[in-house]
């Protein structure tokens, strides 16, 4: 039995060397996944618990890959105080009053943050299998809440890299679901190794050498599927960044996406997939706010609000545009129910707005529920008293 690691070994963090292929490693399947569970943020101590292997092998593992420079080691390093402050147990970090945060909000930023090591479906709080209707709501619903533009112009200290921690993973569940040829990807990667690594049941039945035969020729045709993997996932990488290269953010979210899926445990694949994604999703609705005020330019409102819903789904967290698409829903096709979920949503997203409130009262006026129109038009006048 090889010899734990010092204590300190433990708080600190492998990450794969620069420059190292793991598609060229020989691994057999155990070793495959546990090197997948390596991302750079992982301490060893918690390797040991979610490799998939006996501690001690895991032990041997990372030392060996650190003796032949597959893995570096980063040692732990000592929180800053505005950090300590934000991940502290005790509350403190709702006492700081440097921060433009509410303490409901900073607990809520800290606790989904914890929860970013889950699997994708319970990241988004939906079923093991959802519809891709279920793993839309969940995604307007978290990017409405997490978006870092929900924050802008805000001192948020420690927290903004939570926002864009949680909203990029946020991303990746959503488009990583939301795609079946994606999602079954992303199952079969993390559920070969698993089951590879799975370890014989204590206390069972001796095996012969013909089991033993058929036990290392499927841990070998594991390995095997394994390299083909990475090797697709890097072919669809590169393809993905050089689409990225020329500009061809959806081609490039595309590619990316699929490497992603083929080796889920990449970090490059991870970090490149939420900057594309983000950049893809952004051109797309710049061309749908075009498409949107060139229908209202010759008065096809029917197109324009249907380029403002679909604009909806790439900006979520974005107030005006909820705020235009609700006009349009009253004033040009009256369906007021739609106006009154996207008024509503501009004020939750804007409380400080009078125009959403005003446009908010509008709409409640013109649906007989005077008690709340009377509510929001008063909270307008006393925003911007001015209003006539």
């Known amino acids: 039995m090889g010899v734990s690691p010092?204590?300190?070994?433990?708080?600190?963090?492998?990450?794969?060397?620069?420059?190292?292929?793991?598609?060229?490693?020989?691994?057999?399947?155990?070793?495959?996944?546990?090197?997948?569970?390596?991302?750079?943020?992982?301490?060893?101590?918690l390797l040991r618990e979610i490799g998939g292997l006996p501690a001690e092998q895991v032990d041997r593992c990372v030392e060996r890959w650190l003796g032949e420079g597959i893995l570096v080691l980063r040692a732990a390093e000592a929180p800053r105080e505005s950090e300590a402050r934000a991940a502290a147990p005790d509350g403190s970090a709702e006492l700081d009053p440097t921060l433009d945060l509410a303490p409901e909000v900073r607990q809520r930023i800290l606790e989904f943050e914890g929860r970013l090591g889950l699997p994708y479906h319970e990241i988004l709080g939906v079923g093991l299998d959802p519809d891709p209707r279920a793993v839309k709501r969940a995604y307007f619903r978290l990017s409405r809440e997490f978006h870092p533009d929900r924050f802008?112009?805000?001192?948020?200290?420690?927290?903004?890299?939570?926002?864009?921690?949680?909203?990029?993973?946020i991303l990746e569940a959503h488009e990583l679901l939301s795609d079946p040829v994606a999602r079954a990807e992303v199952q079969r990667s993390l559920a070969a190794p698993a089951e590879a690594a799975r370890p014989e049941p204590a206390g069972g039945p001796r095996v012969g050498p013909a089991d033993a035969r058929r036990r290392l020729a499927s841990l070998a045709a594991h390995a095997k599927a394994l390299r083909d993997r990475q090797r697709k996932a890097k072919h669809y990488f590169e393809t993905g960044m050089a689409a990225f290269r020329a500009e061809?953010?959806?081609?490039?979210?595309?590619?990316?996406?699929?490497?992603?899926?083929?080796?889920?445990?990449?970090e490059a694949h991870r970090e490149a997939f939420g900057e594309i994604q983000q950049k893809a999703h952004e051109m797309r609705a710049v061309a749908l706010v075009r498409e949107a005020e060139a229908a209202l330019e010759v008065r096809d409102y029917a197109r324009a609000l249907t380029a403002f819903e679909e604009c909806l789904q790439f900006r979520p967290h974005d107030a005006d545009l909820h705020h235009r698409a609700a006009r349009l829903a009253q004033l040009a096709e009256g369906d007021l129910r739609k106006a009154k979920e996207w008024a509503a949503l501009a004020c939750e997203l804007a409380p400080d707005e009078a125009p959403y409130r005003r446009t908010l009262g509008q709409i409640y006026k013109a649906a007989g529920l005077e008690a709340n129109a009377r509510r929001e038009l008063r909270r307008a006048l006393e925003l911007d008293p001015r209003d006539a």
């Open 6 to 45: 010092q204590s300190e070994a433990l708080r600190a963090t492998p990450r794969l060397a620069p420059g190292c292929d793991p598609s060229k490693l020989a691994l057999d399947p155990s070793e495959g996944f546990l090197l997948s569970r390596i991302d750079g943020r992982t301490p060893w101590a």
């Open 152 to 169: 802008f112009r805000r001192n948020l200290g420690p927290f903004a890299a939570k926002l864009e921690r949680i909203f990029r993973k």
């Open 248 to 266: 061809r953010w959806l081609e490039a979210a595309a590619s990316v996406r699929l490497a992603l899926a083929f080796d889920p445990g990449n």
